[in-house]
Nanobody, 124 residues
């Protein structure tokens, strides 16, 4: 059974940085990928960044491009999202997601599995 457990969400000042973590278990195929999504209050959930495990290729959505970096530690089955220059509009719940199909997740932003989410609040 696939499990995705996010952590690292908290309150952060405007302009600050934050790193989120996602531990993935029960998931070990050749073409799998893990992504981060976010859902801000009153808005639809949207993709932020995606990473394919076999070649470490990364993809970024326009939502936070230039301010986020996705990376992975495959030995520890953990994917990170480093967020910088945070703005109040970045406030929301950040979700980790996974799929066995890189194209579906990193191009179509359609995951097969979701984590529970972690809250990020950006304010002064």
């Amino acid at each position: 059974q696939v499990q995705l457990v996010e952590s690292g969400g908290t309150w952060v000042q405007i302009g600050g940085s934050l790193r989120l973590s996602c531990v993935v278990s029960g998931f070990n195929t050749g073409d799998d990928a893990v992504a981060w999504f976010r859902q801000s209050p009153g808005k639809e959930r949207e993709g932020v960044a995606c990473r394919s495990r076999d070649d470490d290729h990364v993809y970024y959505a326009d939502s936070m491009k230039g301010r986020v970096t996705i990376s992975g530690d495959d030995r520890n089955n953990t994917v990170y999202l480093q967020m910088d220059s945070l703005k109040p509009e970045d406030t929301g719940v950040y979700f980790c997601a996974a799929s066995t199909l890189r194209y579906s997740l990193c191009i179509k932003w359609t995951p097969a599995h979701w984590g529970q989410g972690t809250q990020v609040t950006v304010s002064s």
